[in-house]
């Protein structure tokens, strides 16, 4: 009988763990594995086998976690106990004295303190943060705004660089550990040929590539990217007594619990000591094996950090500094014209290839009509051309010295012949965007463009969709308009022709089931998807989020009061503007004038606020103190031009078009159930004054202790909202003179509810 047949069950499932785990180390992180892949697989089925078998046995943090699950419809959302902050930053070109300026302005808020500095690599990737209890790691999420963020626990769990158990006796019950998730150089080069050869459109480099695969929403498929993970710092910890004292040293704590961190960082005590680092760090990250865009200062000891504190955004006792971007020379052979989405001309750079920063470069962008001028770049030309992090490589300036005497300058217009170079259409100049415009509605190119826009990732996911499937499908006329793919039948797809008449190369039944399958899906994809996807102006991917969030459907963003109420926040706030008796334009009025003005102005105010408060008891704004003066002010969420934006496409032909066509196809995409509303009260302090309808005072009370608010008996300036009801006194007053946002008891009301934002 085999040693796992005797063994009791449970035992057997906890030593497999251990024994997948230490070869998961050994390979992974020391590069000395023991075992093969193959016997490596052998243990690992055994314990997936296993679990299966007994499901109670199953654990969060078990190996087999890292495969994966199940595809899910969205991420939901999750509150960082500590906000994840950003990184202000120092540029190359700031030198030695943007250094000291830094150094100096740390050193007046501790004065008589010895600083020390370490910097440590930027790598460049997504930011994290991962929550472990007891030990286990319990959720992991992308740093979002910074408050909230999409919570990615399933793809977290697939990267094994990340662990499931922190190691070690004395872990804090509550520890969260904020790190990079990134992927490696050559990772990322097999991925890249992997899509490619499998007709997707590949990264444009590594840092959009692990954003992308940690945004996927079928883990199993993250599990097959190749992701890293370095830790870099801490979040909430539950006993912070035993914490180590400097930055290095909770790197070194980090790494004795099982994480890792930078092999490379630097203790440093002046400015001219961290510009010393930073160039070493500079001529030894190529050898790193994954990019890095830049260093990062931090002040070593986090006692004096504290007592230096934060911005809003970002810490004040750190920097990022950005390394200048590379460039190269190399020769313009032709420029050649790309066709957008809304018909825009971008002309590009055809170069001679030349080899930064990790890739071979044969084209680049010239943005447009304007800077080509204005660079009086020409066919023919030496250029510079740079590679700046993550932004597409870009043609910056000419070596005039190397021009050859038989060029002339180029003439955009005259180079395509004064048409469309996809569809021969008319073309003419937006003046506001100095741009090219192509205005042929039925321009194939166009099509193509808004088919892959809809199909990218973030919005559908249709990989399939990129490139030479795009072009053909509009090609053959089967897509007239991204929403005929749900139209598609699996023959015509299967012989789909990639190639031409002469050499045809068919897209094959394999592919097409492939790609009906993932159009199948997209039907069920979230409304933050579809609003992405749609293309509706202003409406980005982090827009469409925040719509998401507070519409059910698209019926619901149609005509949203939310939206209706930011516009017209936004033309209150000019009219407030306007008639403000105390500008200077209106100083010289006439008395009686500006008596007129002043009422109207108050007026204004009063329903500005009213509005704002609305939004801010929606949670679709925050409240912001204004600077100066005790008046608040309501943040929005999203702002006018992008509501003004959406308001305008729902009401507009188009717009009512796509939602009769997707109400036919049987397509309606859902939001979020608003959870945001439970953050409302949580540390928020509430007054109340006069008398409620719907409840007694203590019930009222009772209700927002439960949802984590505080309930005082007057009104400072700490207070965030009073709640006032009819016979309301001398708080309300005090509200007003402290700028503290009133709430009507239709308004509280709203702010408990949480069925809906339309309500
Ligand atoms: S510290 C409160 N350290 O850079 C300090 N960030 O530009 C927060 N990053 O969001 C960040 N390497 O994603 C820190 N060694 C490092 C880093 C690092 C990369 C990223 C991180 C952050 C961004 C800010």
């Known amino acids: 009988m085999s040693e796992e047949e005797i063994e009791d069950p449970k035992c057997r499932a906890q030593r497999l763990r251990k024994e997948i785990e230490r070869h998961s180390r050994l390979y992974y992180d ?59 930053n120092l540029f190359a070109k700031d030198g030695l004295d943007g250094l000291r300026k830094f150094v100096a302005s740390v050193a007046r808020s501790v004065p008589d303190e010895a600083l020390e500095w370490l910097v440590e690599p930027k790598v460049d990737g997504v930011a994290i943060s991962l929550r472990y209890e007891h030990g286990s790691l319990v959720s992991g999420a992308t740093r979002g705004d910074g408050e909230t963020g999409d919570d990615i626990t399933k793809n977290l769990k697939t990267v ?84 180590p004292s400097t930055q290095k040293g909770i790197l070194d704590w980090l790494q004795s619990l099982g994480h890792r961190t930078h092999q490379w960082t ?80 971008t002309p590009v750079a055809e170069l001679e290839p030349v080899f930064l920063r990790g890739s071979t470069i044969a084209r680049a962008t010239l943005h447009n009509e304007d800077e080509i001028r204005r660079k009086d770049i020409r066919i023919g030309d030496t250029v510079i051309i740079e590679k700046a992090g993550e932004v ?103 012989t789909l022709n990639l190639g031409t008449s002469s050499e045809p190369r068919v897209f094959g039944e394999k592919n097409a089931r492939k790609l009906l399958e993932a159009i199948e899906r997209a039907r069920q994809l979230p409304l933050s ?26 019926d619901d963003v149609t005509g949203s009061q939310l939206l209706q109420d930011v516009v017209a926040l936004d033309r209150l706030r000019g009219e407030i503007a306007e008639t403000n008796p105390r500008a200077r334009k209106n100083r010289d009025k006439s008395e009686a004038e500006r008596q007129r003005l002043a009422e109207n102005h108050e007026k204004l105010v009063k329903e500005a606020q009213e509005i704002g408060g609305r939004l801010i008891s929606k949670g679709f704004a925050e409240k912001a103190r204004k600077k100066d003066s005790s008046n608040w002010d309501a943040v929005v969420k999203v702002g006018p031009v992008a509501a003004r934006a959406a308001l305008d496409w729902f009401a507009s032909q188009r717009g009512k078009e796509v939602l009769q066509r997707l109400s036919v196809l049987g397509i309606r995409p859902q939001g979020r159930a608003p959870s945001h509303k439970v953050d409302a009260f949580a540390g928020k302090t509430f007054v109340l004054t006069g008398s409620l309808e719907t409840m007694t005072r203590g019930e009222a009370q009772e209700r927002i202790r439960s949802r984590g608010g505080n309930v005082s008996g007057s009104v400072s300036r700490k207070t965030d909202y009073v709640i006032a009801g009819p016979g309301a006194g001398s708080k309300l007053a005090d509200a007003r003179e402290h700028g503290v946002c009133v709430l009507s008891e239709e308004q509280f009301l709203a702010l408990l509810d949480e069925k809906s934002s339309k309500s």
């Open 529 to 554: 998807r579809w609003l992405h996807a749609l293309a509706i102006p202003e409406i980005g991917e982090e827009t469409a989020h925040d719509l998401a969030r507070f519409h059910e459907s698209l």
């Open 30 to 88: 020391e590069a000395a594995p023991e075992i093969s892949d193959q016997e490596f697989d052998v243990l690992f089925r055994e314990l997936r086998e296993l679990e299966e078998k007994h499901p109670e046995l199953a654990t969060p943090d078990s190996p087999t976690q890292r495969v994966g699950g199940s595809p899910s419809q969205g991420f939901s959302q999750v509150r960082h106990m500590q906000p994840m902050l950003s990184l202000d």
């Open 266 to 345: 630097k203790i440093c005590r002046s400015a001219e000591e961290i510009l010393g680092a930073i160039s070493e760090l500079d001529a030894l990250r190529p050898g790193f094996g994954f990019e890095t865009d830049g260093a990062v200062i931090k002040l070593n000891d986090i006692a004096l950090r504290e007592r230096v504190g934060d911005n809003a955004r970002a810490p004040k006792w750190a920097r990022a500094w950005k390394y200048a971007a590379e460039q190269a020379a190399t020769r313009l052979w032709n420029v050649t014209v790309q066709v957008g989405r809304t018909g825009v001309l």
């Open 392 to 494: 597409i490589p870009a043609v910056v300036g000419v070596i005039l010295e190397k021009r050859p005497s038989d060029t002339r300058p180029f003439d955009f217009f005259a180079h395509i012949g004064g048409r469309c170079p996809a569809c021969g259409g008319p073309i003419e100049r937006d003046p506001q965007f100095a741009v090219w415009v192509c205005k042929n509605p039925q321009c194939p190119a166009q099509k193509t463009r808004r088919l892959e826009y809809f199909g990218k990732r973030g919005a559908l996911e249709l990989d399939a969709l990129g490139g030479i499937v795009a072009d053909k499908l509009v090609e053959r006329g089967l897509v007239e308009e991204p929403l005929d793919v749900f139209e598609l039948t699996l023959d015509q797809l299967s």
């Open 160 to 243: 094994r660089a990340i662990p499931l158990r922190l190691r070690g006796p004395k872990v804090p019950s509550v520890l969260e550990v904020r790190g990079e998730v990134y992927m490696t150089s050559s990772g990322f080069g097999r991925l890249r040929e992997e899509l490619r050869s499998a007709g997707q459109e590949p990264f444009a480099n590594p840092r959009n590539a692990a954003a992308g695969s940690l945004k996927m929403l079928d883990s199993r498929l993250v599990a097959r990217r190749p992701l890293d993970f370095l830790a870099f710092g801490l979040g909430e910890v539950s006993d912070e007594s035993n914490l």
